[in-house]
């Protein structure tokens, strides 16, 4: 009986080991920047939640844009659960589904960078969706068509992306670690 406890106990460590080589080095750093945008109504109910991730480490971030939608009030709360007042938008577009907002924060933030190298198809992309379950690890998926869109810009579709409603906003990055763009929910 004690022989097979304690090869069960091995078993999960090698298994937890293997899970947490999948995590690209670059997942723990990146994560700290990825947020959750909770709006509120003019008395107070919460009209939504989504995924958002900040830009710059005074406060500047990211998200869809619908989340602001019917909104008077609105908070970014980071995976440490630190809260912070979204005091503005900075830019807005609802065809792309992407707003700007500034938070007031005391601190620097962690924050994530764009890359400037657009990817390819059949390249590997992963996925932060905000979460502060310490055993999460970042979603795979691989580009199965990219289109140009107006101004430069490449839209990505992403092969097996069965994502939550509440991952709209989520950074989509690279396999280095570099945001190559936000992750908006299929027409």
């Not at 078993?11 to 999948?22: F, G, R, W, Y």
């Not at 998926?141 to 490449?154: A, F, L």
Request: net charge positive; aromatic share 12%.
């Amino acid at each position: 009986m004690h022989k097979t406890t304690v090869i069960t106990i091995i078993l999960l460590a090698v298994t937890a080991s293997a899970t947490q080589a999948k995590a690209p080095k670059w997942f723990k750093k990146s994560r700290n920047a990825v947020c959750q945008i909770v709006a509120y109504d003019e008395k107070g109910n919460e009209t939504g939640r989504a995924t958002g991730f900040f830009t710059s480490a005074d406060g500047y971030g990211i998200t869809g844009y619908d989340i602001f939608s019917n909104a008077s009030k609105a908070v970014a709360i980071d995976i440490n659960g630190i809260s912070r007042n979204i005091k503005y938008v900075t830019g807005a577009n609802r065809i792309y589904d992407v707003a700007r907002f500034k938070t007031d924060t005391y601190k620097p933030v962690q924050y994530l960078t764009a890359t400037e190298n657009p990817s390819q198809t059949g390249e590997a992309l992963y996925i932060i969706q905000y979460s502060t379950d310490k055993s999460y690890l970042p979603q795979e998926y691989s580009i199965s068509k990219c289109s140009e869109m107006t101004g430069g810009y490449t839209y990505y579709d992403l092969s097996g992306a069965d994502i939550c409603r509440n991952a709209a906003g989520a950074p989509v990055f690279d396999t280095n670690g570099n945001v190559i763009g936000i992750l908006q929910n299929a027409v």
